[in-house]
């Protein structure tokens, strides 16, 4: 919520100093501020929504929809980005100087956004919020084109010649916002399709299964993201011969096991093996009825 306030002020400003001291770069950093209101809102929506305990409709809770509003940031941002690009270069050839003040501007959003940056990527992965992560890339990132901008505007007011530097600034920020919303749009979609996550995470899963006294081995595991964490599926091998009831509390202490040592796995499944025992291949359904 600071950071959707500090968005706000800060569009005004950079809007009304760029308009003010005729610099294409200062406004376009301005509209690019003002993309990150709207953006810095849905992963504010995207938060509380996820923050709602799972229901019958939701089973697994409604994390996902946080990674749905990192997605839509992405997308937001691609846009924002090409239309500041479109703009820039439609009005390449118009001859005009920017006043030097504008500077001030972009040297504020600097620092407003890199403190924000530090701010939200800690959080970001302190909690393992997709959405988060990206609001932090992106304010990042509004450093760097904060400083285009800076540079564009000294460079058009105080070199003479150099007018159109202005333009290019302006130009050179669309890319970099198209660059970081074609990046989170890439990272949440990865998220959405249930990729794995890395193998020194499936190692820690594994690792904290096999602490449990009858846990033999791991067949198979499989984890994907739900919003803020992960959901295991686990296939344990334990000894063949012992009963049901105690392959059952063998099981139930692994699920405990994994979420208590990973506080990043929400919940586990686990399904028991025979170790050691080769399964016979069941037969088709036809052949068993014949």
């Known amino acids: ?135 932090a890339w992106h304010d990042l990132v509004d450093v760097l084109s904060g400083s285009v901008a800076l540079v564009a505007v000294l460079l058009a007011s105080l070199v003479p010649g150099m007018g159109a530097a202005d333009h290019y600034g302006g130009f050179a920020i669309g890319l970099i916002v198209i660059f970081l919303g074609l990046r989170t749009a890439r990272e949440t979609t990865a998220q959405l399709t249930d990729t794995m996550p890395d193998e020194a995470q499936m190692q820690e899963i594994r690792a904290a299964a096999l602490h449990v006294p009858g846990a033999i081995a791991i067949e198979k595991c499989f984890a994907r993201k739900t919003g803020l964490r992960y959901h295991v599926d686990l296939h344990l091998e334990v000894d063949p011969y012992m009963t049901v009831l105690e392959s059952h509390q063998i099981a139930h202490a692994v699920q405990l096991q994994v979420k208590t040592e990973l506080n990043w796995v929400a919940d586990v499944l686990v399904h028991v093996e025979p170790h050691g025992v080769r399964l016979p291949t069941p037969e088709p359904a036809a052949s068993l009825r014949s």
């Open 1 to 135: 919520m600071a950071g959707i306030a500090a968005s706000m002020a800060l569009a005004a400003v950079k809007i009304a100093v760029g308009l003010a001291g005729n610099s294409v770069a200062v406004v376009s950093d301005g509209l690019e501020s003002c993309a990150d209101v709207v953006t810095s809102g849905l992963v504010w929506l995207g938060l509380r929504i996820a923050a709602k305990p799972a229901d019958q409709n939701h089973p697994y809770g409604h994390g996902r929809y946080e990674i749905l509003a990192g997605l839509a940031v992405g997308t937001l941002l691609a846009a924002v980005g090409a239309t500041i690009c479109v703009g820039s270069v439609e009005h390449r050839y118009d001859q005009h100087v920017p006043e030097a003040f504008a500077a001030w501007a972009s040297a504020l959003s600097v620092a407003v956004h890199g403190t924000f940056s530090a701010m939200k990527m800690r959080a970001g992965k302190r909690t393992g919020s997709a959405a988060l992560t990206a609001d």
